[in-house]
């Protein structure tokens, strides 16, 4: 089985556009690698990521919403830690 990421969203807080556009870029950068996407609607002001049951996000812990190419460095180090991701893995000029 491949790995599920599951992102827990706030309805009450309008953050689907948000979640699926996260889901979208999960499942284009990881077509092979993973076994889907889980849209989960929340309340609360909700914003989490898991892979599997491992929770590699969350938005009141984190203060704040995960920026992509840290996103995707996090699902990639669950579901494909040897794989490289092309210029995401570069530094960003302010990390110089």
Known sequence: ????????YCTQCHWL??????AQELLTTFDMELGGVTLVPGTGGVFQIAVDSTLIWDRKA??????????????RDMVAPDRALGHIDRPSVGDR
């Open 17 to 22: 556009l948000r979640a699926a556009w996260m």
């Open 1 to 8: 089985m491949k790995p599920i990421v599951r992102i827990e």
């Open 62 to 75: 984190e203060q704040g919403f995960p920026d992509i190419k840290l996103l995707k460095q996090r699902v």
